[in-house]
């Protein structure tokens, strides 16, 4: 199947700080990826959808200037924590959709980054 | 009513034991379903889709009642390796994004 990358896998940061997230799509060009957040015991949340070449469709109370989010590429999207807090620590998922032939209503999840703010 | 309802578990279960794990959603106009496995700080990795047929895949059989808007996953022979949770996902319609339930925890004691 296809592969999906996070970087980094873990970051721990001041309070204050602002943390960059990069997702690629390894073996293909995902023309959609999707953004998740996931508290410990809670299911994944959806917090943006990310389209290549355009702006990010971000959910029901999910602050845009908060959690910037940039698909420049067919291959690359970056999240952005600005002034992370230690109530944004949480293990966020993307995922990337248009995958190989056959396979197009899978999303491949990459393997996530976990966020704590100290 | 939540999005996708799911049994939290825990299930504790022997080795060899047949395992029955349920789901409801909300949303009739639904067109996709999936079961996802998540181990404990990774991400979900697909199990298998669910088909209205009902489907199969070595030892997990899927099952979907869209009149009932219901999706069951059976295991059986559980093996120790199966001990994770099972997260019920489901596609709106017209759209690619996925509403995850919030998963029922397995553990397969030896």
């Known amino acids: 199947g296809a592969v999906v990358s996070q970087h980094p896998s873990w970051v721990i940061c001041k309070s204050g700080t602002s943390v960059k997230i990069e997702c690629r799509s390894l073996d293909f060009q995902a023309t959609t990826m999707f953004w998740y957040r996931q508290f410990p015991k809670q299911s994944l949340m959806l917090m943006a959808t990310s389209n290549e070449g355009s702006k990010a469709t971000y959910e029901q109370g999910v602050e845009k200037d908060k959690f910037l989010i940039n698909h420049a590429s067919l291959t690359l999207s970056t999240l952005t924590v600005t002034s992370a807090h230690p109530e944004d620590s949480s293990f966020y998922i993307c995922s990337a959709h248009g995958g190989l032939a056959g396979e197009e209503e899978t999303q491949y999840f990459g393997p996530g980054t976990r966020l704590l703010v100290l | 009513r939540k999005e996708v309802e799911q049994d939290p578990g825990p299930f504790n279960v022997p080795e060899g034991a047949t395992v029955a794990f349920n789901c409801t959603y909300s949303?009739?106009?639904?067109?996709?379903f999936f079961w996802y496995r998540q181990d404990c700080r990774k991400e979900p990795k697909l199990l298998m889709s669910v088909y209205s047929s009902g489907n199969e895949d070595g030892r997990f059989t899927a099952q979907l009642n869209r009149a009932s808007q219901y999706i069951s996953l059976l295991i059986r022979d559980s093996k120790l390796s199966d001990s994770a949770t099972y997260l019920c996902v489901v596609n709106g319609a017209g759209s690619y994004q996925l509403t995850f339930g919030k998963g029922t925890k397995l553990s397969v004691i030896p």
């Open positions: 949303n009739s106009a639904s067109q996709s």
